[in-house]
C-alpha cells in the first residue's frame, strides 16, 4: 500500500524525494570537499615511502619550524631499527613562469636513489647532475600551465634560481601546496643560500624500520605518518569544520525527512484510523511508512549520486583546482547514513500513528 | 457461518463526578441467525457507541458481549485488532475508502492487513465488486467515484474476509434518499446472502425501516425492540 501511495501521488514524493535528493547532495559535496582539502593538506606527506618520520624536536612537529642538522641525521640512521632513512627538506615557494604569472608549491629536496625519492610519470628522474632540475607534480603542472621542458624561476632570499621541469610526478600536496621535488642540494641553496656544513641538512627524515615511533631526544622525535598529518598547521581546525557540516547535514536531513513524514502522518490520522479500525496493527502502519521513507530516500540518494560525481568530475576539470575528491567509500558511507537519518527522522512520526485511535474511522474522539 | 450476539447489560461512561457522561446505559438485547437490525435514535442517544463497542473500537465501561459465546469485552488492544479484521466488516459513514486505491484495491487491503493468498482475495474481490454492480468501475480510484458507488465498494470491503458481523454506521447519510435506498437494499441482499448478522446505525426511519429489528435508544438506555413481520428488501 505504502508504494502505491508514491505511485499514485508521485508529484508529492517526488518533491519530498527531491529535497532528500538536495540534501544528500549537498552531505557528498561536503564529503568530498573534505576528502579534497584532505588531499591537499597533505596526499604527499601520506605517500611518503616512511614508517616513521622524524622532526627537529623543537618544531613541535611542524614541518616549516623543523631544521635537522647532519649530526642528528647521522644520529637517527644509527637508532636500533632503522633499516633505512632519506633526509627531506622542505621550503614553501612562489613559482614564476616566463609570462610572469604566479604558482605557489611546496619544494621539497630529497636525495636520488633515496626513500625520499618520488616515482616520475613523464619525463624523466633526477640525476645527481640535475642541480638546476625539478620534478613537478601534475598539480603543479596544470595550475601554472607548465609542462615538462619548460622554465620555471624560483625566487627566495632576493634571488632568482632558474630551474627546467625534467620530469612529471603524481605526488599531490603538501602543507596545501603541490610539490615540486629538486635535489637536497638546491633545495639547500633555495633556503639557505649555500651548503655550510653548519647549516641544517634537512627540515624531516623518512625512517623505516620497526618500533620507531614514539621515540625522542632533545634533538629530534619520531613520529607516524598519520601524527605528522594531523599536526599539519591547519589540519585539525579544517578536519573539525568539515566534520561539523557534515554532522549538521546529516541531521538537518534527518530533520527534514522526519518533519515531511510527520506531516504527511498528520495529515493521514483518517485514513490511519480507517485502517486501524479495519484491523491493522500499528506495525503494518509502521511498515508502510518505513517503506515510504526508505523508497524516498533511496531514490533521492540515487540522484544524488550521480549528481556528485557528475560536479567533482566538472570541478576537477576547470583551471583552477577546486578541492574536491571522491572515493567509493564516500559515496557507500554517505548514501547509507542518509537513509539510516532519513529512517532515524522518520521514527518521529511513529508515536503518532500508535496514538491514533480507531474510533476516529467512527468520526468520534474518545 | 451464521453468528448470534449476546448484549447483556452493556454500559459506557466517559469522564467521571460530575462531568461523568453515561452513553449508554444498561442495554442488553439477543439476536437471531441472519438478523439485520437497525439502531435509531436521535443525536447523542448512544447508538455509534454501541456499535464502536460491538465493533471493539471502544472498551465498555461495563456488561458483556458475546459474539457466537466469545466474550469481546475483555480482549487485549492486539486481539480486538484480529477481531474487528477477521470477524467484523465495517461500512462507515464518511473517510470510508482509501483514497489513492482503486475499487479493487480498497478491497484487497483487508487481505494484504490480514492473511492470505493473493489469487484467492483477487478472485473473490472481483466476485463481490461484480455482485454489488461495480465490475465496470473495478479500476477507478476511489476519488473517482460516486458517493453511492463508494458506500458500495464498502460493503464489498466489509464483506471481503467472510466476517460473522456486518457493522454499518449511517451508510446514506451523504447519500440522496435514492441513492441511500438502492444502497441500503444493497447491503441488505449481501449480507442477508451470506448469512451474515448485521448491524446499521441510522437516523433515518425509512432505512431502518428495511431491517428485520429495530433497536431504538434514547439518552443511552434501549427504548425499544420491534421485530418487523417481513423486511421489504425480502419482497
Avoid at chain 1, 640535475?130 to 627566495?156: C, E, I, N, W
Avoid at chain 2, 435514535?41 to 471493539?56: C, D
Avoid at chain 2, 444502497?183 to 426511519?205: F, N, P, Q, Y
Wanted: charged content about 20%.
Amino acid at each position: 500500500m505504502g508504494l502505491k501511495e508514491i505511485q499514485r501521488r508521485k508529484f508529492q514524493f517526488a518533491l519530498i524525494a527531491l529535497v532528500v535528493a538536495l540534501i544528500s547532495y549537498l552531505v557528498l559535496m561536503i564529503n568530498g570537499l573534505g576528502i579534497g582539502l584532505n588531499e591537499q593538506a597533505g596526499s604527499a606527506l601520506r605517500r611518503l615511502d616512511a614508517d616513521a618520520l622524524a622532526y627537529a624536536k623543537s618544531s613541535d612537529l611542524s614541518v616549516i619550524r623543523s631544521e635537522l642538522s647532519a649530526e642528528t641525521i647521522d644520529e637517527i640512521s644509527r637508532l636500533d631499527g632503522v633499516s633505512g632513512w632519506a633526509p627531506l627538506g622542505y621550503v614553501g615557494v612562489n613559482t614564476r613562469d616566463s609570462k610572469g604569472d604566479i604558482t605557489t608549491a611546496a619544494l621539497l629536496g630529497y636525495e636520488p636513489g633515496s626513500i625520499a625519492e618520488p616515482q616520475v610519470t613523464g619525463g624523466r628522474a633526477l640525476t645527481g647532475e640535475d642541480q638546476r632540475g625539478l620534478l613537478a607534480d601534475a598539480a603543479f603542472l596544470k595550475a601554472s600551465g607548465l609542462s615538462v621542458g619548460d622554465r620555471v624561476t624560483v625566487p627566495s632570499r632576493l634571488t632568482d634560481f632558474e630551474f627546467t621541469v625534467v620530469g612529471e610526478i603524481d605526488e599531490g600536496y603538501f602543507f596545501f601546496q603541490p610539490v615540486l621535488y629538486v635535489l637536497l642540494d638546491s633545495w639547500r641553496e633555495v633556503k639557505y643560500g649555500s651548503a655550510d656544513p653548519s647549516l641544517p641538512v634537512a627540515s624531516i627524515a623518512l625512517l623505516k624500520g620497526r618500533d620507531l615511533v614514539g621515540r625522542a631526544t632533545e634533538a629530534y622525535e619520531l613520529v607516524s605518518k598519520n601524527t605528522a598529518f594531523a599536526n599539519i598547521e591547519g589540519v585539525q581546525g579544517q578536519q573539525a569544520t568539515v566534520n561539523a557540516l557534515r554532522v549538521f547535514g546529516f541531521l538537518i536531513g534527518a530533520l527534514v525527512v522526519g518533519i515531511f513524514f510527520y506531516v504527511l502522518t498528520m495529515q493521514k490520522v483518517a485514513q490511519i484510523g480507517l485502517l486501524k479500525a479495519l484491523g491493522a496493527s500499528s506495525a503494518y502502519i509502521f511498515r508502510q511508512l518505513l517503506t515510504q521513507v526508505l523508497a524516498v530516500t533511496v531514490l533521492g540518494v540515487a540522484v544524488s549520486v550521480p549528481l556528485a560525481y557528475a560536479t567533482g568530475t566538472v570541478l576537477g576539470r576547470l583551471p583552477k583546482t577546486v578541492p574536491i575528491a571522491f572515493t567509493g567509500d564516500t559515496f557507500v558511507v554517505t548514501s547509507v547514513l542518509i537513509v539510516v537519518t532519513g529512517v532515524i527522522g522518520a521514527l518521529f512520526s511513529v508515536r503518532q500513528l500508535a496514538r491514533v485511535d480507531p474510533i476516529i474511522a467512527l468520526g468520534q474522539q474518545q | 457461518m451464521s453468528a448470534t450476539l449476546t448484549v447483556t447489560a452493556l454500559s459506557k461512561t466517559y469522564g467521571s463526578g460530575a462531568l461523568a457522561v453515561h452513553a449508554v446505559r444498561d442495554v442488553s438485547f439477543a439476536t437471531q441467525p441472519g438478523d439485520f437490525i437497525a439502531i435509531v435514535g436521535p443525536s447523542g442517544s448512544g447508538k455509534t457507541t454501541l456499535l464502536a463497542m460491538i465493533g471493539g473500537l471502544l472498551t465498555p465501561s461495563g456488561g458483556s458481549i458475546r459474539v457466537n459465546d466469545r466474550e469481546i469485552t475483555r480482549l487485549s488492544a492486539a486481539e480486538r485488532a484480529a477481531y474487528r479484521r477477521d470477524a467484523v466488516g465495517f461500512v462507515f459513514q464518511a473517510n470510508n475508502l482509501i483514497p489513492f486505491l482503486t475499487a479493487r484495491e480498497n478491497l484487497l487491503i483487508m487481505n494484504e492487513i490480514g492473511s492470505g493468498r493473493r489469487r484467492e482475495a483477487a478472485e473473490r474481490a472481483d466476485r463481490l465488486l461484480d455482485d454489488l454492480g461495480l465490475t465496470s468501475r473495478v479500476g477507478a480510484l476511489a476519488t473517482e467515484l460516486s458517493g453511492g458507488e463508494r458506500q458500495r465498494v464498502a460493503i464489498g470491503r466489509a464483506l471481503m474476509r467472510d466476517p460473522l458481523l456486518v457493522l454499518v454506521d449511517e451508510p446514506t447519510a451523504n447519500l440522496d434518499s435514492e441513492q441511500g435506498e438502492r444502497v441500503i437494499r444493497s447491503l441488505i441482499a449481501e449480507v442477508k446472502a451470506r448469512d451474515k448478522l448485521g448491524l446499521m446505525v441510522s437516523h433515518d426511519m425509512r432505512m431502518a425501516a428495511l431491517a428485520d429489528v429495530i433497536l431504538e435508544m434514547c439518552d443511552g438506555h434501549l427504548t425499544r425492540q420491534a421485530r418487523q413481520e417481513k423486511t421489504p428488501a425480502d419482497g
